[in-house]
C-alpha cells in the first residue's frame, strides 16, 4: 500500500476497530490528543530509542505522535509508514488512547517530507518537534518543521561540539525563528540545581548576591562542561554581570566577567568521578565579599541521588539541607518541559549572554563559502 495521508488515516481508523463492527464505544475507549509531536532520529538504533520514549511520553501527554528516520539501505522503497496505538487507564473505565506513526524514508525524500508531516497533524493543537542528536548545519526538514513548529527540542548534551552549536543557537535562533519556542533538554537537567541555588539567597539573604566574586562548578573528569556552562551563564545574566574575558571555542578552566562590585570569577572544575554520567554538575560553590565571608555551596554526595544545599557565614552554618536527585531520563524531561506552553524568558536571557561569552559563528551557507 502506498504511503498518503488517507492511507496513513484509514489505517488508523481500523487500528482502533476490535471489529468488523466499531465498538469502542461499548469498550469505554476514547481517543484524546493534547498535543501534536514530531520527532527525528537519524539511525534505526535512534529510533527504537526514541520510540520507546515516545510510547512513555504518550501517557501524560496524549497525543498524535510522529516519529521520522532515515532507511536504513538506498534499495529500501522511498517511503514507508506504520501505525501503532497507545492506550491506558484513565478512570475507572474509561481507557484514554492515542496513536503513534512512524515514517521510514530515504534522506532525498526527508529533504521534503515536512509538508506530509504537517498533513498528519491534528488541527488546532500545539505543534512539538524533538531532534535528539547533533545539530545539523544545513538540513531543509530541521529548518522548516523550526519554522512552523511551536517549539523545537534539541539535547546540547548530544551536541558533537556543544560550543560552536549553542553559539549559532545564539545567533541565528530568534532572528530566523522568531515565533518559534527553543527548548533544550540540557537546561531541564539543571532546572533543579537552579532552583537549590535561588533557595539558598531567599528572604534575607539576597542582598548577598551583590557581594557574589567567585564561583566554582564541578564536573565529571572527561567530559564537556556544557551543564556547568549553563549554569554559570545563567547566573550572570541574573546578576546582570558582564563578560569580560576572550571569546571561547573550547570551554576554559576559568571565566572572567564584571559584577556590580568589580570582578568575578567563574572556575570549571573538573573532578575524578566513579559515575558513568559525567556530565552531571558535582558541586556549585559561591563566594562572597564586601565585608561578609559567605560560602553558599550545592554539592552532590557520595551517593550521587544525595544532594545537599549548605550556607555560611563567618564560618558559622546558617543553613542546610539534604534533598534527593534522582536521574531524569529524556521522556521525564520532555514530559516537564510539555507542561509549560509559555516562552521561557529566563533561558532566552541566558542563551544570549552565552552569545557573547562564545566566539561568533560562521553562518554563511555552505553554497556560498
Not at 492511507?7 to 481500523?14: G, R
Not at 516519529?67 to 491506558?88: K, N, Q
Not at 518543521?145 to 549553542?166: C, E, H, I, T, Y
Amino acid at each position: 500500500m502506498a504511503t498518503t495521508a488517507q492511507n496513513i488515516e484509514k489505517d488508523l481508523t481500523d487500528l482502533w476497530k476490535s471489529s468488523p463492527e466499531d465498538k469502542t464505544k461499548n469498550l469505554g475507549l476514547q481517543r484524546v490528543y493534547t498535543t501534536n509531536l514530531v520527532a527525528y532520529a537519524a539511525d534505526h538504533e535512534e529510533g527504537f530509542r526514541v520510540e520507546q520514549i515516545l510510547n512513555d511520553l504518550a501517557e501524560k501527554h496524549p497525543g498524535r505522535y510522529i516519529l521520522i528516520r532515515p532507511a536504513a539501505d538506498s534499495t529500501e522503497t522511498p517511503l514507508r509508514h506504520y501505525v501503532s496505538g497507545h492506550c491506558f487507564f484513565g478512570g475507572k473505565e474509561k481507557k484514554v488512547c492515542c496513536d503513534l506513526i512512524k515514517l521510514v524514508a530515504q534522506r532525498e525524500v526527508i529533504e521534503n517530507l515536512y509538508g506530509f508531516t504537517f498533513s498528519l497533524l491534528m488541527p488546532d493543537l500545539p505543534v512539538e518537534f524533538w531532534w535528539p542528536g547533533n545539530l545539523p548545519y544545513q538540513n531543509v526538514f530541521f529548518d522548516k518543521m523550526a519554522g512552523q513548529a511551536n517549539r523545537v527540542w534539541v539535547d546540547s548534551s548530544k551536541f558533537k561540539d556543544p560550543l560552536q552549536s549553542l553559539a549559532r543557537l545564539s545567533a541565528f535562533w530568534h532572528s530566523r525563528y522568531p515565533h518559534t519556542l527553543l527548548g533544550d533538554l540540557n537546561w531541564i537537567r539543571i532546572q533543579r540545581w537552579r532552583s537549590l541555588i535561588a533557595e539558598l539567597f531567599d528572604g534575607e539573604w539576597a542582598k548577598h548576591l551583590k557581594d557574589v566574586n567567585r564561583i566554582s562548578v564541578a564536573f565529571g573528569e572527561g567530559s564537556q562542561p556544557t551543564r556547568s556552562f549553563f549554569l554559570a551563564c545563567w547566573l550572570a545574566a541574573q546578576l546582570g554581570w558582564v563578560y569580560k574575558g576572550n571569546r571561547i571555542s573550547e570551554f576554559p578552566e576559568k571565566l572572567d566577567f564584571e559584577g556590580p562590585n568589580g570582578k568575578v570569577e567563574v572556575i570549571l572544575k573538573p573532578v575524578p568521578v566513579k559515575d558513568a554520567k559525567r556530565d552531571r554538575i558535582f558541586a556549585v560553590g559561591l563566594t562572597t565579599g564586601g565585608g561578609n565571608s559567605g560560602m553558599f555551596t550545592v554539592v552532590r554526595d557520595e551517593d550521587p541521588h544525595s544532594v545537599t544545599a549548605r550556607s555560611e557565614f563567618n564560618q558559622k552554618v546558617s543553613f542546610s539541607r539534604v534533598v534527593s536527585f534522582e536521574h531524569l531520563h529524556s521522556n521525564q524531561l520532555l514530559d516537564v518541559g510539555l507542561k509549560h506552553l509559555e516562552p521561557d524568558a529566563v533561558w532566552r536571557k541566558t542563551l544570549h549572554l552565552m552569545g557573547t561569552v562564545m566566539e561568533k559563528p560562521d553562518l554563511t551557507p555552505l553554497e556560498q563559502k
